[in-house]
């Protein structure tokens, strides 16, 4: 069983960074997809961005494509989202999720990962 913990969230002013982290407990990160995704009241989870363990390769969404940045590093069970330029539409709850990368599936569908934090609020003020 994977564990996984965010933090960072906080309150940040629109044009802002903030770095979220995602600390794995359980099991190797090895051949596994973290996943970011962002969910706001009454509306689905929204996938945000995924950093792949093969080949290193990483996807973002289209909002938030060249402004934000997704990293792992596996020796320290860490997965890290850097979030710059952030505007008022980026408040949400934001989780990290793993996905073994064996598994048939996609790194954009949140139905694909097994494994999902609890989550970390951000807030972005103007």
């Known amino acids: 069983q994977m564990q996984l913990l965010e933090s960072g969230g906080r309150l940040v002013q629109a044009g802002g960074s903030l770095k979220l982290s995602c600390v794995v407990s359980?099991?190797?990160?090895?051949?596994?997809?973290i996943g970011w995704f962002r969910q706001t009241p009454g509306k689905d989870r929204e996938f945000v961005a995924a950093?792949?363990?093969?080949?290193?390769?990483?996807y973002y969404a289209e909002s938030v494509e060249d402004r934000f940045f997704a990293s792992r590093d596996d020796d320290k069970f860490t997965a890290y989202l850097e979030m710059n330029s952030v505007k008022p539409e980026d408040t949400a709850v934001y989780y990290c999720?793993?996905?073994?990368?064996?598994?048939?599936?996609?790194?954009?569908?949140?139905?694909?990962?097994?494994?999902w934090g609890r989550g970390t609020q951000v807030t972005v003020s103007l």
């Open positions: 359980g099991r190797s990160l090895i051949a596994y997809t």
């Open positions: 950093k792949l363990w093969r080949g290193g390769s990483s």
């Open positions: 999720a793993a996905r073994p990368e064996y598994n048939l599936g996609t790194y954009y569908r949140s139905s694909d990962y097994l494994y």
